[in-house]
């Protein structure tokens, strides 16, 4: 495993992440969830990405089992809030009431006394900027947080929030948390320069975008059962590519580039995301520790000029690329 610093912060991460999203608590009964940890731990993985909302509080619940008796020292953990965890009118958003029930019940959850990185899910239009900082300010100064981070929020999001902390003397953003793959690269345009201006990295989610760049959904077919798209917690994110029938007949090609590289299909994808210098980590998924396994062997990889060209040239105009499409909820949900 390959390690990096967090944007310009102090914390080095391990270059591939692991992350359970839709598999823990969901997609996947607890043993084979451990058995996915453990097999990311094998690997050098010490980066673990979570969320209060994923499952609900029993992705949570899972990873915090299965880290259980690792030297806590030695892992960087990660998790995040906003969306609704209860029904009450103070159950989501980026309140100080939510951000700090939220922080004690994740904790509780984890079975850890302190978070490495704290990070905003999505932003939240209805409560003041200056309230939400102060309230990740007041977390790292009590000890529970470490880093604050957000996640898919736009380029003038981030530049409001830093300049918030510079002006009111608070902790600044070190992370963001985004979708970015070979198809999805919304975040180049605006998102990156404005990160790499001002020392914030990227701890980017979906590098093989939910198994579409794997090659394993073929045009016109259904779907693999108890794939990613089979799960309906997900199916928003990856619809979006397979109603996309030239797409995916594009991404068919993508293996024959990979075995030139001596890669699989997954790792060409993560390895494409790490090649990226403003990219701290890449956020794995998986049902079963050979997934793990396979995606960790994209750690130190680094692609070819001339083969990232022909990547470009190959999925032509599928790539998705208008910063526009990053957005957060205009009504907290």
Not at 68 to 75: A, I, M, P, V
Request: hydrophobic share 35%; proline share 5%; net charge negative.
């Amino acid at each position: 495993m390959e390690f990096r610093h967090l944007g310009k912060s102090g914390l080095v991460v391990s270059e591939i992440s692991y992350g359970n999203w839709i598999t823990h608590g969901s997609q996947v009964e607890e043993d084979a969830a451990v058995a996915c940890v453990r097999a990311a731990l094998d690997e050098g993985i010490t980066t673990f990405d979570t969320a209060d909302v994923y499952a609900r509080g029993r992705a949570e619940e899972v990873l915090g089992k299965a880290l259980k008796g690792e030297r806590r020292d030695g892992l960087e953990i990660l998790s995040k809030v906003y969306w609704p965890m209860g029904r009450g009118r103070n159950d989501r958003g980026l309140s100080r009431k939510h951000i700090m029930r939220g922080v004690e019940d994740t904790l509780r959850r984890l079975g850890t006394d302190y978070l490495d990185v704290y990070q905003a899910h999505r932003f939240d239009y209805h409560t003041p900027l200056e309230e939400t900082l102060r309230a990740f300010d007041d977390l790292v100064r009590q000890g529970k947080v470490c880093y604050i981070g957000v996640s898919e929020w736009r380029a003038e999001e981030i530049e409001r929030a830093l300049h918030h902390a510079d002006t009111l003397g608070l902790d600044r953003i070190v992370s963001n948390q985004p979708q970015y793959n070979m198809l999805w690269r919304v975040i180049e345009s605006e998102v990156v320069p404005v990160c790499e201006r001002e020392g914030i990295g990227q701890i980017v989610w979906s590098p093989i975008a939910q198994g579409v760049l794997t090659g394993k959904y073929q045009p016109g077919q259904a779907p693999p059962e108890g794939s990613r798209a089979t799960d309906e917690s997900g199916g928003y994110f990856i619809d979006r590519f397979l109603q996309d029938r030239t797409l995916l007949e594009r991404v068919q090609g993508l293996g024959s580039l990979a075995a030139e590289a001596g890669l699989t299909p997954a790792q060409l994808a993560v390895a494409w995301v790490l090649n990226n210098p403003n990219v701290s980590s890449a956020i794995i998924g998986a049902s079963r520790p050979e997934q793990v396994r396979d995606n960790a062997g994209a750690a130190g990889v680094r692609l070819e000029p001339e083969l990232l060209s022909r990547i470009d040239d190959m999925l032509g105009d599928s790539v998705r690329r208008d910063p526009s499409l990053t957005v957060s909820p205009a009504q907290r949900p």
